[in-house]
């Protein structure tokens, strides 16, 4: 008897099991975009005001600030987050009264491991499970 019970109650129980670890991979990989985008910003706010003029542009500095957001450092390593791409970045320079801040918009399209599509059993059609993920920060230029 309790066989037939265990038999009936699996399929629930795992489907609450891959439910909650995908639930919680998806705010790790936030969470981990969050900080990610902020030390990016941090770098790019450091050097984004020009010496001579005192105009704030990141048009020197995107391109590092992108390595440092998507491999930890300068230089091209590992990947921090699986699936993102340099076109994720989005600088904003001269925000504000006085164009002293810079805004980084990163847009990272989460995947689940697990179900990535689920399929309608009525139409060949399928649910696409992907959504973006959408981090905005601005900081005023140092």
């Known amino acids: 008897m309790a066989a037939i019970e265990f038999t009936l109650i699996l399929p629930l129980l795992l489907f609450f099991t891959f439910v909650v670890a995908e639930f919680s991979r998806l705010l790790y990989q936030y969470n981990a975009l969050n900080h990610i985008a902020r030390d990016a910003l941090r770098y790019a706010i450091n050097d984004a005001r020009d010496g001579s003029t005192g105009n ?76 973006p993920l959408v981090v905005r920060y601005t900081m005023r230029a140092l």
């Open 56 to 131: 704030v542009s990141t048009t020197n500095i995107a391109a590092e600030s992108r390595n440092i957001a998507m491999y930890g450092g300068l230089t091209a390593s590992g990947i921090l987050l699986p699936n993102l791409a340099a076109t994720d970045f989005v600088f904003t320079d001269a925000v504000g009264t006085d164009g002293e801040f810079i805004t980084l918009t990163v847009t990272y399209d989460w995947q689940p491991l697990i179900f990535s599509q689920l399929p309608l059993f009525v139409s060949a059609n399928r649910i696409d499970m992907t959504f």
